[in-house]
């Protein structure tokens, strides 16, 4: 059977964080202005795995943009709701690694 975190992301030299660990530190990077970002307001239609993918050339980086918005759970964001991207993800992995 495959382990189904087999394809979890590695940050920092190898080490595995789960969304658990990371969405905290990046929400409160967010908040404190530790990060540079943009804001920007959700169209019908958009998802956050595409943006993260048209931002950040991959897709699977959809959490990053959920945590640095305070959202839970991507797929139930309704359009109108004000997101926020962070700009540089090298930014965002020294608050998570």
Known sequence: ????????????????????????????????????????????????DIIAGSVYGDSSLWWIIASASGIGWGLQIPPGNVITIPSDLSEVYLFVG
């Not at 495959?2 to 905290?24: D, E, M, Q, V």
């Open 1 to 48: 059977m495959a382990n189904r975190y087999s394809r979890s992301r590695l940050i920092n030299i190898g080490k595995g964080y789960g969304t658990g660990f990371c969405s905290p530190k990046i929400y409160e990077a967010i908040k404190n202005n530790q990060i540079n970002f943009t804001r920007r307001v959700l169209k019908q239609g958009e998802r956050l």
